[in-house]
């Protein structure tokens, strides 16, 4: 079976990535199971690394 543990946020303090690496470091010894970290911070999504959210209001677009 393959794991894969997708990192969902991106913003500054985000607290999935020590979490995500706890659950990487606690399933990777086990038979059977292969595990992947996929952190969305590597992708190239300019609109989920804005310090708030759009659904929050008052949103502007960086990029115009």
């Known amino acids: ?3 894969q543990i ?3 946020s991106v ?3 985000r607290v ?3 979490v995500g690496e706890w659950v990487l ?3 990777g010894g086990r038979d059977g199971l292969t595990v992947e970290l996929i952190d969305l911070k ?3 999504l300019p609109i989920f690394a804005l310090p708030r959210s759009p659904a929050m209001g008052n949103y ?3 990029l115009q």
Request: net charge negative.
């Open 11 to 13: 913003r500054e303090g």
């Open 16 to 18: 999935g990535l020590p």
């Open 25 to 27: 470091e606690q399933a």
């Open 42 to 44: 590597e992708w190239n």
């Open 6 to 8: 997708i990192i969902g």
């Open 1 to 3: 079976m393959h794991l």
């Open 60 to 62: 502007t677009d960086p």
